[in-house]
């Protein structure tokens, strides 16, 4: 028989993360006001390299989970920050979907099917 593998999402970590990769983008949008575009795709990257960083040590369901929870912390920070419009909204969405997919790219462990 073999042992369930834990899902729990380390809190403090994941919460840091996605605090990290929003402000580290803020911080950015600071000394380029030129180009605000390049804020919203450095968001998108930072979450997904937070996600593949504190999951690094994660097993099984809790990859996806943690990654799901960094971008959903990293959406809403923006979100909190800029605003409710609608292309702030479109980039949350994305930055949550680079969570995940930065917490499991590249880690054949966690696919569907296995």
Same mark, same amino acid.
């Given at each position: 028989?073999?042992?369930?593998? !834990?899902?729990?999402?380390? $809190?403090? !970590? $994941?919460?840091?993360?996605? *605090?990290?990769?929003?402000?580290? =983008? =803020?911080?950015?949008? $600071?000394?380029?006001?030129?180009? !605000?575009?390049?804020?919203?795709? *450095?968001?998108?990257?930072?979450?997904?390299?937070?996600?593949?960083? *504190?999951?690094?040590?994660?097993?099984?369901?809790? &990859?996806?989970?943690?990654?799901?929870?960094?971008?959903?912390?990293?959406?809403?920070? #923006?979100?909190?920050?800029? #605003?409710?419009?609608? &292309?702030?909204?479109?980039?949350? +969405?994305?930055?949550?979907?680079?969570?995940? +997919? +930065?917490?499991?790219? #590249?880690?054949?462990?966690?696919?569907?099917?296995?």
């Amino acid at each position: 028989m073999t042992t369930p593998v !834990p899902t729990r999402v380390p $809190v403090l !970590p $994941v919460v840091a993360a996605g *605090v990290g990769a929003q402000l580290l =983008d =803020d911080l950015l949008f $600071v000394f380029l006001p030129s180009f !605000p575009g390049a804020a919203a795709i *450095v968001a998108i990257a930072f979450t997904a390299l937070a996600a593949k960083l *504190v999951t690094r040590n994660l097993h099984g369901q809790a &990859v996806p989970r943690a990654g799901l929870a960094i971008g959903a912390v990293s959406a809403a920070l #923006g979100l909190w920050i800029s #605003g409710l419009g609608l &292309v702030a909204i479109l980039v949350a +969405g994305i930055t949550v979907l680079a969570g995940v +997919g +930065g917490a499991v790219l #590249g880690r054949p462990e966690v696919r569907p099917g296995r």
